[in-house]
C-alpha cells in the first residue's frame, strides 16, 4: 500500500533549553495519565505518572503538568540534551482499565 | 536483565501467507498486550491477555489472534494477512491490568505485500 509520512507534531528545541510538550486527553474519567518516550528503532519507555487527583509531579529533569479544567497535560523536559530526541506520547488509563495513548510529539534537539 | 523480546524484527510476507509473531516476557507479569503503530495514529491495541488463558479484544482486533498458554508468551498470528496490516507492531507487558509502567518489545516491522 501506500506510505503515508509522519503527520506527528513536531517541537524543535535548542540543546540545554527547556522542552514543553503538550497533550489533550479526552475522558475525564480518566484516573491516571503516563508519558512515554520511544526513541528511533525501539519500544517506547515509560517516562513518569501523575494521578487525576494531582496538579504536577516531578521526576528526574522531568515535570508532568496535569488541567483537569481543560483536560490538558505537559511534559516539562529541563535543560534538553540530545538523548531526548523522541517521540514522546501520553496515555490515560481509566481506573485499571487499558491505555489509550496519543498520536505522539517529536522532539528533535538541536546542537 | 528484564525485558519483553519480540520476533522477528523486521518480516516480509506476501498476502494470505500464515505467520506468528512471538512475544516473551521474563518479568513473571500477568498483563501483555499487543499493539500497532502506524503514521499519525499513535498505538492502538489490538488483543490483550490477563493472566494465562485469558485474552480479549482491544481496539482493533480484526484480521488477528493471539493466544496465552504459558504466562511468559503471547504469540501474535495472522491467518490471512493483508497489506493493510503492514505495520509496526509492539507486544507489552505489565505487573497487572492498568499497571502504569508498562515494558515494550523492541517492536516487529510487518510489510504485506
Known amino acids: 500500500g501506500e506510505s503515508v509520512g509522519l503527520h506527528l507534531p513536531t517541537l524543535s528545541v535548542q540543546e540545554g533549553d527547556n522542552s514543553i510538550i503538550n497533550c489533550a486527553y479526552s475522558?475525564?474519567?480518566?484516573?491516571?495519565f503516563i508519558w512515554y518516550k520511544q526513541e528511533s528503532g525501539k519500544g517506547p519507555q515509560f517516562i513518569i505518572d501523575?494521578?487525576?487527583?494531582?496538579d504536577k509531579r516531578q521526576g528526574q529533569r522531568v515535570t508532568v503538568l496535569l488541567n483537569k479544567t481543560v483536560k490538558h497535560l505537559s511534559l516539562q523536559i529541563a535543560a534538553t540534551q540530545p538523548g531526548d530526541s523522541a517521540v514522546y506520547f501520553c496515555a490515560e488509563n481509566n481506573y485499571g482499565q487499558n491505555f489509550v495513548f496519543g498520536p505522539g510529539t517529536r522532539l528533535s534537539v538541536l546542537p | 536483565e528484564a525485558q519483553v523480546t519480540q520476533n522477528p524484527r523486521y518480516l516480509i510476507t506476501v498476502t494470505g501467507k500464515k505467520l506468528t509473531v512471538t512475544c516473551s516476557q521474563n518479568?513473571?507479569?500477568?498483563?501483555m498486550s499487543w499493539y500497532r503503530q502506524d503514521p499519525g495514529l499513535g498505538l492502538r491495541q489490538i488483543y490483550y491477555?490477563?493472566?494465562?488463558?485469558?485474552?480479549d479484544k482491544g481496539d482493533v482486533p480484526e484480521g488477528y489472534k493471539v493466544s496465552r498458554k504459558e504466562k511468559r508468551n503471547f504469540p501474535l498470528i495472522l491467518e490471512s494477512p493483508s497489506p493493510n496490516q503492514t505495520s509496526l507492531y509492539f507486544c507489552a507487558s505489565s505487573l497487572r491490568q492498568g499497571s502504569h509502567e508498562a515494558f515494550f518489545g523492541q517492536g516487529t516491522r510487518l510489510t504485506v505485500v
Open positions: 518479568m513473571n507479569h500477568e498483563y
Open positions: 475522558n475525564s474519567a480518566s484516573d491516571y
Open positions: 491477555s490477563m493472566n494465562v488463558e485469558v485474552t
Open positions: 501523575i494521578r487525576s487527583n494531582m
